[in-house]
């Protein structure tokens, strides 16, 4: 078997791995705004603001994971 294929394949296996910690994340977010907006209905636009900021950030780590595995 060829060693660049092999290599290939670890990229992408480990882009797969780094990609569940941010959907983990955003997960967890998620039920947190959930929960919180359910407690208290009046703070429901403060806290998407909050969570769309936290969710980006998240979702920032996925993508430099992506170019990673291109670049590496």
Do not use: H, W
């Amino acid at each position: 078997m060829d060693m660049t294929l092999v290599i290939s394949a670890l990229k992408v296996v480990g882009y797969g791995l780094g990609a569940i910690g941010p959907g983990i994340g955003i997960g967890i977010a998620a039920y947190g705004v959930n929960v919180a907006t359910a407690r208290q209905p009046e703070l429901a636009g403060r806290l998407f603001t909050n969570f769309i900021i936290g969710a980006a950030l998240a979702e920032a780590l996925a993508l430099i994971g992506f170019v990673l595995a291109f670049i590496m």
